[in-house]
C-alpha cells in the first residue's frame, strides 16, 4: 500500500518549493505549496481526528466552566499533577490555545475548501453536461437495445423522458453536424448540500463564537415570598460575555410566591424522589402589569429576552437574633445549601453587628428528623415534615472587615472560638420551627422564626441562539441532502447497425457513492422503449 | 401490579438471551461449516477508483444485488434456523422492553438497564430491518454475540428497580433524543462488525487468514467497504441528529444547549471521528483498511461513552440509577 506516501499535488509542487532555480518564486511558492497542504483532504482528516482526541483530555479532568468545585477539589487531590494540567490549560481545555488552534486550523482549511468548490460548482450549474464519451460499454448499466424508431425521435424521446426526472440534457453529435447522443447529469443538489452543509458549520462557529458574547449568565437565589429584579447588582453570580454592556439588561422582576415540590409516596422503591418542581410566579417588566406565570424545570420562563430556569431549590431557615433587651438586632431567611436527595441542608450564619460580639455559625438542617444509631439526626424524607436546625456557634472576629470578598458560604474559623457545639461547654443548638433558646454568655437569645423553601435561578441571554439553531438545521439539511441525493451522469446514443438501422446505446456514470445508479439506467432503458412505442403506434 | 409486569418483563428478557444463545451457536454452526465446505466461487465485483475534480473521488462500481452466502438462496438450514431463532428471541426482547415500559408508565429508556434493553433490541431489529435491502445475515454471530452479552451484563450489573423519572429528565426529547441516538447506535453497531469482517477479508485476500475459510462464502472486501460505509452514512445523520436533539434539551432543561459535559464532549467525538471516517472514504490512500479502522474506532468510542463514560465519568448525565 503506498497510502503514506504524499499526495499528488504534494509532488508536483515540489519543484517550486526547492526555490534555487526560481529563487524570486521562493515565498509564493512555498506560500502557495502550504495552502494547498492546508486546504488538502489528508490534513481535513488529520486535523478531524486530532480534534477529536484533542476533545479527549477534558472529559477526564473537570473543567472550569462546567464544574468549578470539582477545579478546586482536583487540585487539592492532586497538587503536583495539577501543576502541570494547569500550565497545559487542561482545566479549560475547550477554551485553551491548543484546542483552539486546531479548530481554527480545521475552519480555515475548511473555508479553504470551500471557496473554490463552490465557485466551482457555480460555473458547473451554468454548463452543459459534459460530451458523450466515444466508448459507453465500460461505464456502469450499459445496455444496448434495437428500435425502429428514426435517430431524430429516439433522441428527443430520450430527452423527454431524462427531463421529466430531472436531467439537465444537452444533445452532441460526435462526428459532423447531426446530433448522435443525449447526454444528462442531474443531482446537482448533492453538491449543493455538501457545501452548505460546511459553510453552515462556518456559520454555527461563527455565531457561537461572536453572538456568544453579546450574552451574559446570572443566578440568583430567591426566597419564597421574595423577588429578583434584573439589574446588574442583584445577582449572586453573573458571567458576561465578551461585548456584554449593561444596557443589554432588560429591566424587570420576578417574584417567587410560592413553590410546590412533589415527592414520590406510593413507589417504595423510589419513596420520596422528587418527581415535580413548579414555582409559581408574578413577573412584571416595567411600565407593565404584573402578570401570573409558572416556572417549572424543562420549561424556562420567557422574558425580556432572557430565559429564566429553575434549578435548583431547598430550605433557607428564617433565624431571629434578640439582644440580651428583646430587641431584634437580625432576622433574614439564609438559603442552606442541600447536600443529598433528603435535603439535609448545611448554612453559614455571620452577624458581624448589633451584639455584643461578632457571632459566626454553621447550620444544619433535616427537614424529617431522624436519629441514627449513632445518636447523629439524619432526614428522612425532603419534604418539611419534623424539622430540626441545628447549629454550631462561634464569637471572635468573622473577619469581614478586611475588604476581600468572602465566600457566603463558608466560616473562617481562624480567629473564632465555639461557644456553643461540640468543642464547648456548652452543647449544639437544636431548634423546631417556633423554638427560642438563649444563647451562652448572656448574648442574647435565638429562635427558628419559620423555613420557607428557596429556587435558585439562572438567567440567560443569548441573542445568537435562534442563529445557531438556524445554522444547525442548515448542517443537517445540508447533510441529508449530500449523502442520499445521487449525483449521476447517464447517456443515450444512437448507433447505426451494418444492416442499415440503428440500435441504442445506454449508460450512467456515478458521482460519489451511488448503489442505485444500475437501477435508475435500467429504468431508462425501459421508460424510453415504452415512449418511443407510444410514439411508433 | 407494577411488580408483575416488571417480572414478566424480566421473564421475557431471560427468555430472549435463552434463545440468542441457540441463534448464536447456530450462527457459529453455519460459519464452521463454511469453512467446512469447499469455497463458493465470489461474485465478481468491478470496481474501480476514478478521480473526478479536485478534491472529490468518484467510486464507479458495479453492485452485485446477490451476496453470495450459500448454496439454496434463501442460504443453508442452520442459517435460516438461526434467523428464525433471532426473529423470535428479538420479539420476546421486544415485549420484555414493552412490558418494562408499561411498568414503569414511560418509555422504557430512563436509566442505564432500561436504555441496554431497548437499544440491544434496537440493534438487532436494524439487523433484520437490513437483511430486507441486504443479505448480512453473515452478521448474525456478531449481532447475537453482541446482544447476549449487553443484556447479561444489563441484567446482572445495571439492574435497578423501576423509579419515577426526575424532573430534568420529563420531557418529551427524552423520548426523541435518546431513541434515535439508539438508532444511530444500531446503524454503528452493523457498520463495524461489517467493517471488521472486511478487515479479515483484506488480508485474506492478501493471502493471509487461510484458516478462516468461511470468508470466501462472504462478499469480496470491497463491497464490504461499501455495504459499510452506507450503513454508517445512515448512523452518522441520526447521530448527527443526536446531538443537535441533545443541544436542544439541555438548553431546556439546564439552561444552555453546549457546556462541555463529559456526556456531550463523547458525543462530540464520536461525530468527529465519524465524520474523519466520511472523509477518509474521499481521501486517496484512506479508503479500505484505514477507513474500516476508523469505523471500528468509531463504534468502540460509542461503546465506551455507554459504558465507562455514564458509570465513571461525573457530569450532568447522571442517568444511570447506580
Ligand atoms: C469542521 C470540519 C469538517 C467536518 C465536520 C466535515 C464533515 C463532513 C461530512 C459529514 C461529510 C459528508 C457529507 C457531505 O458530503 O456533505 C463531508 C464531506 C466532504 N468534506 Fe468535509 N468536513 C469538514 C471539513 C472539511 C474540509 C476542511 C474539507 C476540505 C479539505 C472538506 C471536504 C469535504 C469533501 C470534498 C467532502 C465530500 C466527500 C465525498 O466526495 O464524498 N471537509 N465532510
Known sequence: MDSSRPSDHFDSEQPESKGITQP??????????????????????????????????????????????????????????????????????????????????????????????????????????????????????????????????????????????????????????????????????????????????????????????????????VVEGKAFANVLGNYDSFNPGRFFSESALVPYSVQVD?????????????????????????????????????????????????????????????????????????????????????????????????????????????????????????SSHPDLRAPTVTLEMYTGDLGLNDGIARNAYTLNLTHLTQIAGRKSAAPTIKL?????????????????????????????????????????????????????????????????????????????LARGEDPGLEAAVADIVQKHAQQLSLRLK | ???????????????????????????????????????????????????????????????????PVGATPKGPRQLRIAMALTVIAWLLHVAGAVLRGVAAGRVPWANMFEFTLTATAIVVGVFLAVQFWQDLRFLGVFITGFALIALGIATTNFYVDVIPLPPALQSGWLVIHVFVASLGTGFFAIGAAISIVQLLQTRREAGQAKRLKFLDTLPSAERLEVLAFRIIVIGFVLWTFTLMAGAIWAERAWGRYWGWDTKEVWTFIIWTIFAGYIHARATRGWRGSRSAVLAIIGFTAVMFNFTIVNLFFKGLHAYSGL
Open chain 1, 432 to 508: 423546631t420551627i417556633g423554638d427560642r433558646v438563649e444563647l451562652p454568655n448572656g448574648i442574647g437569645s435565638i429562635e427558628l422564626t419559620a423555613i420557607p423553601r428557596f429556587v435558585s435561578l439562572d438567567v440567560h441571554r443569548d441573542p445568537s441562539q435562534a442563529w445557531v439553531l438556524v445554522f444547525a438545521i442548515l448542517v443537517l439539511a445540508g447533510l441529508l441532502t449530500s449523502l442520499f441525493i445521487p449525483r449521476r451522469r447517464v447517456w443515450v446514443k444512437v448507433v447505426s447497425t451494418t444492416s442499415g438501422g440503428i440500435r441504442l446505446e445506454y449508460a450512467g
Open chain 1, 258 to 378: 410560592k413553590f410546590t415540590p412533589v415527592y414520590e409516596e406510593n413507589n417504595f422503591n423510589a419513596y420520596g424522589q422528587a418527581i415535580d418542581y413548579t414555582a409559581n410566579v408574578t413577573t412584571t417588566m416595567r411600565g407593565e402589569q404584573p402578570q401570573k406565570r409558572v416556572l417549572k424545570v424543562n420549561s424556562p420562563l420567557e422574558i425580556g429576552g432572557t430565559q429564566v430556569y429553575l434549578l435548583g431549590n431547598g430550605y433557607a431557615p428564617v433565624l431571629t437574633f434578640r439582644d440580651p433587651k428583646g430587641a431584634i438586632v437580625w432576622s433574614q431567611p439564609t438559603p442552606f445549601l442541600p447536600q443529598d436527595a433528603k435535603l439535609t441542608s448545611l448554612g453559614v450564619i455571620k452577624i458581624p453587628d448589633g451584639l455584643s460580639q461578632q457571632l459566626g455559625m454553621i447550620g444544619f438542617l433535616y427537614p424529617t428528623t431522624d436519629q441514627l444509631a449513632s445518636g447523629a439526626l439524619a
Open chain 2, 1 to 67: 401490579m407494577i411488580a408483575t409486569l416488571v417480572s414478566y418483563s424480566l421473564l421475557s428478557v431471560y427468555s430472549a438471551m435463552a434463545i440468542y444463545t441457540l441463534a448464536f451457536i447456530m450462527f457459529t454452526i453455519d460459519l464452521a461449516r463454511r469453512s467446512a465446505s469447499a469455497p463458493v466461487a465470489l461474485g465478481a465485483v468491478v470496481g474501480s477508483a476514478v478521480t473526478v475534480g479536485r478534491g472529490s473521488t468518484a467510486l464507479l462500481e458495479r453492485l452485485t444485488t446477490d451476496a
Open chain 1, 24 to 221: 524570486k518564486l521562493g515565498f509564493v511558492g512555498y506560500a502557495r505549496f502550504f495552502w494547498r497542504q492546508l486546504t488538502s483532504m489528508r490534513t481535513a482528516l488529520f486535523l478531524l481526528l486530532l480534534l477529536a482526541i484533542a476533545a479527549i483530555p477534558g472529559s477526564l479532568v473537570p473543567q472550569v466552566s462546567s464544574d468549578p468545585n470539582g477545579v478546586i477539589q482536583y487540585k487539592i487531590n492532586n497538587p503536583g499533577l495539577s501543576k502541570v494540567l494547569e500550565f497545559f490549560q487542561v482545566f479549560t481545555t475547550y477554551s485553551s490555545v491548543w484546542f483552539s488552534a486546531i479548530y481554527l486550523l480545521l475552519f480555515i482549511s475548511l473555508i479553504g475548501c470551500v471557496i473554490p468548490r463552490t465557485k466551482h460548482h457555480l460555473l458547473a450549474l451554468l454548463a452543459k453536461p459534459p460530451k458523450t464519451p466515444a466508448r459507453l460499454e465500460r461505464l456502469v448499466g450499459f445496455s444496448s437495445e434495437g428500435t425502429e424508431a428514426d435517430a431524430a425521435t429516439a433522441l428527443e424521446t430520450a430527452r423527454a423522458v431524462l427531463r421529466k426526472q430531472g436531467y439537465r440534457t444537452e444533445v452532441y453529435a460526435s462526428t459532423g453536424m447531426t446530433p448522435d447522443s443525449v447526454s444528462a447529469e442531474r443531482g446537482y443538489l448533492r453538491e449543493t448540500g455538501n457545501l452548505v452543509f460546511h459553510t453552515a458549520l462556518i456559520g454555527v462557529l461563527v455565531t457561537v463564537g461572536i453572538g456568544g458574547g453579546f450574552g451574559y449568565t446570572g443566578q440568583k437565589v
